[in-house]
């Protein structure tokens, strides 16, 4: 088994996570598992303090705290990993997880997408193919089958 604590844990460029900062949870994992299910415990809860953290630039912490909001609980974000029966990869899928989260929620926004006019022509050749269809359906009434 591999020794995760002296790890930094990159989420973009050359901003890391502290090991440090880090709260570990474990406890036993729902679900088929065999004969030692009952008495490992195997999922893993990974905490980390957004609001307090020193890691994470200025900016990219007020845009976090704003994005994962309706996910955080007093500041901290938590992330749950429990498709494994062993305690190390399920750790592995949290730290995963938590670093894509924290990526995504510091991205940049964004460009504002620019208006740009619809051309001339395109607008004619769409009315002018509506106008056909109206004159098709229109053909098709008063059918005289009497």
Known sequence: MGHMSSREHVIRGS?????AELMWRFSRSS???????????S??????????TEALPEVWKDRALERLASRLVGGVISVRASEHRSQ??????????????????TAP????RRATK???GINERRLRNKKQRSDTKKGRTGG???
């Open 31 to 41: 679900g088929p598992g065999g004969q030692h299910v009952n008495t490992s415990d």
């Open 43 to 52: 999922q893993v809860e990974l905490r980390f303090d957004l609001a307090k």
């Open 15 to 19: 901003v890391s996570l502290p090991e």
């Open 109 to 112: 926004p964004p460009k504002p």
């Open 88 to 105: 190390w990869r399920n750790r592995e899928m949290a730290l995963v997880r938590l670093a894509a989260l924290l990526a995504e929620a």
């Open 144 to 146: 005289g089958w009497d």
């Open 118 to 120: 619809i051309p001339r």
